[in-house]
C-alpha cells in the first residue's frame, strides 16, 4: 500500500491561501489521490479526488505533478471553520483495498 | 436524510460486556467498512463488506464480529469488552472512489 508523509501541523490566518503538500513515493498506477477533511467529533469528509494535473472544485484545488509522488491541496482564503485535520490517501479503483488513513495534519486557522 | 447512520452515538459499558454498533447507508453504495479511531486520532480499517461479502478483515480481535444482513446494513457486535476498545467506532459506505463516513460512535469501556 502506498504511504502517505504530511506534515503534522500547520497554522494560518483568515483569508490567506493555504497548501498541503502529500507525499506519496509508492504510488500505483490504478491509484487515485483523495483529501479528506475532519472536525472533531465528526466522521472524515470528502473534500477532492485525482489522478494527475489540477483538479479545482467549490472548496479546494488539488495539484499533482507528473510522476505523481506528491500532491498539494490548496485552500484559498481559510476561514475559522477550516480549522480541522487534512488526510491524503492514496487508493485504488476496485474497492478491494480499503482507504488508509496516514496522520494527517492539523491545521489551525487564526483570526 | 443521514446518508450513514450509525447508532448509538455514545457507548458506555463496563468490561466484559457484550455490545452492537448498527450502521445503515441510504446512499445505495455496494461497499461498507468499519474503522476505529483510537486516542491519538489515527484512523484504521477493520472491515470491509462488498454487498454482504467480507473482502477485508484488518488484524482485529475476534471479539469482533461484523455482521451485514444487507448491503445497506453493516453492524458491529464486540464480544468481552475491555478497556483497550475504547476509541470512535466509524462506518462507512463507498462507491467508486470517494467514501461517506458516519459520525461515529464514542465506546468508553470502564
Known amino acids: 500500500l502506498a504511504k502517505t508523509t504530511q506534515p503534522i501541523s500547520m497554522d494560518s490566518y483568515e483569508g490567506q491561501e493555504v497548501n498541503i503538500t502529500c507525499s506519496h513515493n509508492n504510488i500505483a498506477t490504478n491509484d487515485y489521490i483523495t483529501w479528506y477533511q475532519q472536525f472533531p467529533s465528526q466522521g472524515p469528509r470528502f473534500i477532492i479526488q485525482?489522478?494527475?494535473t489540477k483538479v479545482t472544485n467549490e472548496v479546494a484545488s488539488l495539484f499533482i505533478p507528473a510522476d505523481r509522488k506528491s500532491s498539494t491541496l490548496s485552500l484559498p482564503r481559510v476561514s475559522l471553520s477550516d480549522t480541522a485535520v487534512y488526510y491524503c490517501?492514496?487508493?485504488?479503483?476496485?474497492?478491494?483495498?480499503?482507504?488508509?488513513f496516514g496522520s494527517g495534519t492539523r491545521l489551525q486557522v487564526q483570526p | 436524510d443521514t446518508a450513514v447512520s450509525q447508532t448509538p452515538k455514545y457507548l458506555v459499558t463496563q468490561m466484559g460486556n457484550d455490545k452492537s454498533i448498527k450502521c445503515e447507508q441510504n446512499l445505495g453504495h455496494d461497499t461498507m467498512y468499519w474503522y476505529k479511531q483510537d486516542s491519538k486520532k489515527f484512523l484504521k480499517i477493520m472491515f470491509s463488506?462488498?454487498?454482504?461479502?467480507?473482502?477485508i478483515n484488518e488484524t482485529v480481535p475476534n471479539r469482533f464480529s461484523p455482521k451485514s444482513p444487507d448491503k445497506a446494513h453493516l453492524n458491529l457486535h464486540i464480544n468481552s469488552l475491555e478497556l483497550g476498545d475504547s476509541a470512535v467506532y466509524f462506518c462507512?459506505?463507498?462507491?467508486?472512489?470517494?467514501?461517506?463516513f458516519g459520525s461515529g460512535t464514542r465506546l468508553t469501556v470502564v
Open positions: 463488506y462488498n454487498n454482504k461479502e467480507l473482502i
Open positions: 485525482g489522478y494527475k
Open positions: 490517501l492514496v487508493g485504488d479503483t476496485t474497492g478491494r483495498r480499503a482507504l488508509t
Open positions: 462507512a459506505s463507498s462507491q467508486d472512489r470517494s467514501y461517506t
